[in-house]
Nanobody
């Protein structure tokens, strides 16, 4: 089972990025999916999540209004749209599959972690 995040890079403050997370080895159509991030020297924290059918989404207060999350179960892929990026958004972003169908909001609700993708926002 593998979750591979991609789409990170260097962007100026105010810019946008779209991250993708492609799953292989099994399907996650019935799992809630989430994105977390870990800034240098800090703990991994929740960013956003989506339920198995996309009907429910949850966002961290720090990104609310600047982030979108969506999924394409046919492609076994989850997306994270980042807008109005700030230097404090700089982090490695990880996608993750939850234990059940609800949108996972904490590390304790995660079954599978993907490899991260680095987002660097310059001021």
């Amino acid at each position: 089972v593998q979750l591979q995040a991609s789409g990170g890079g260097l962007v100026q403050a105010g810019g946008s990025l779209r991250l993708s997370c492609a799953a292989s080895g099994r399907t996650f159509w019935n799992n809630g999916m989430g994105w977390f991030r870990q800034a240098p020297g800090k703990e991994r924290v929740f960013v956003a999540s989506i339920s198995w059918n996309g009907g429910s989404t949850v966002f961290a207060d720090s990104v609310k209004g600047r982030v979108t999350i969506s999924r394409d179960n046919g492609k076994n892929t989850v997306y994270l749209g980042l807008d109005s990026l700030k230097p404090e958004d700089t982090a490695v972003y990880y996608c993750a599959a939850g234990r059940g169908g609800r949108a996972p909001t904490g590390a304790g609700l995660i079954n599978y972690w993907g490899k991260g993708t680095l987002v660097t926002v310059s001021s």
